[in-house]
């Protein structure tokens, strides 16, 4: 009889598992990274994570402030951006602790403030990382 046989290492497969395993991480945190670069670029350009423009601060508080760049300011909540990783594949990305307190009140609103969510996911955006999961 004429036939191939087909068999597969144990350890050349376990390497090509560990590789690729190392090579999702990469590219995972590679997704977390950007998402985090997409805040920071709703805060920095004034504009929701829909892309829509981020409501103009009221009159006194430009006056106040000396400009219209709602959500910068001192600063804080750009440095307040952070991932925390709870395990290899699984992260979640906010504000810390301190940025965190504002940051309700802003992804919200309040009675006398309009909300200016800058942290959520449109279908472009899942796209976009579903692309660098796979593709880095």
Known sequence: ??????????????????DLSARMEINFRKAVRYLEKEIEQNILTSK?????KLAD???STI?????NYPLVYTGGLLRGIRANYLDKFSAEIGFTDKADIYSKYLHGGTPKM?????????SKLK??????LING
């Open 1 to 18: 009889m004429i036939k191939v046989s087909i068999k597969v290492d144990n350890l050349n497969l376990n390497a090509a598992v560990n």
């Open 48 to 52: 929701q994570f829909d892309g829509k």
């Open 57 to 59: 601060n009221k009159p």
């Open 63 to 67: 006056k106040q402030k000396g400009e």
């Open 114 to 122: 309009e909300a200016r969510p800058v942290i959520g996911v449109t």
């Open 127 to 132: 796209k976009i990382i579903k692309d660098i």
